[in-house]
T-cell receptor, first 114, second 112 residues
Framework: GDSVTQMEGPVTLSEEAFLTINCTYTATGYPSLFWYVQYPGEGLQLLLKATKADDKGSNKGFEATYRKETTSFHLEKGSVQVSDSAVYFCALSDRDSGTYKYIFGTGTRLKVLA | EPEVTQTPSHQVTQMGQEVILRCVPISNHLYFYWYRQILGQKVEFLVSFYNNEISEKSEIFDDQFSVERPDGSNFTLKIRSTKLEDSAMYFC??????????FGPGTRLTVT
């Protein structure tokens, strides 16, 4: 079945450091890919998305590129802030499934220190 | 901007009791979902609902669970006889054909 694999956390960075959170996927069809962020005590917020190969999703300084050849969708940010501390979830939605349900990765906790 | 809402935000119940979690999806959306997140773990798919019927359900969604859309606006998840292991955050989501789901803020269910 479809699956998403994320790097283990927590990731601890100093403010203004460069962030990469790795995400790879397996899917029988041609999925859409997403990054969601969950701040402490809150729900899931869509951070960015990409629906086809080579698409780059971007939002709030975060970017991720849909790489079909490596089945990856790594999240990057050039300069993190303390306010970026949260849990980040990579997810896919397989259009061929007919229901568009999401498969989530395990989440990666990011801690940014001042 | 339209959003998915969920009530209550926190529900405490005793083992064996029935609970109903409520969601109001975005009004023109066609697909509806429930997910759950046990504390510290990943978000797991429970069920999807389209055209007034379940379109897919996971292994977690056993006979103790049911969903319905009673009045064309609300979307509910019922757990008939709660167990301790049902304690989790439950998220409702809705979507249209664009594969992008909008999540509600969640209901934290605590079973004691």
């Amino acid at each position: 079945g479809d699956s998403v694999t994320q790097m283990e956390g927590p990731v601890t960075l100093s403010e203004e450091a460069f962030l990469t959170i790795n995400c790879t996927y397996t899917a029988t069809g041609y999925p859409s890919l997403f990054w969601y962020v969950q701040y402490p005590g809150e729900g899931l917020q869509l951070l960015l998305k990409a629906t086809k190969a080579d698409d780059k999703g971007s939002n709030k300084g975060f970017e991720a590129t849909y790489r079909k050849e490596t089945t990856s969708f790594h999240l990057e940010k050039g300069s993190v802030q303390v306010s970026d501390s949260a849990v980040y979830f990579c997810a896919l939605s397989d259009r061929d499934s007919g229901t568009y349900k999401y498969i989530f990765g395990t989440g990666t906790r990011l801690k940014v220190l001042a | 901007e339209p959003e998915v809402t969920q009530t209550p935000s926190h529900q405490v119940t005793q083992m064996g009791q029935e609970v109903i979690l409520r969601c109001v999806p975005i009004s023109n959306h066609l697909y509806f979902y429930w997910y759950r997140q046990i504390l510290g773990q990943k978000v797991e798919f429970l069920v999807s609902f389209y055209n007034n019927e379940i379109s897919e359900k996971s292994e977690i969604f056993d006979d103790q669970f049911s969903v319905e859309r009673p009045d064309g606006s609300n979307f509910t998840l019922k757990i008939r006889s709660t167990k301790l292991e049902d304690s989790a955050m439950y998220f409702c989501a809705s979507g249209i054909l664009s594969y992008e789901q909008y999540f509600g803020p969640g209901t934290r269910l605590t079973v004691t």
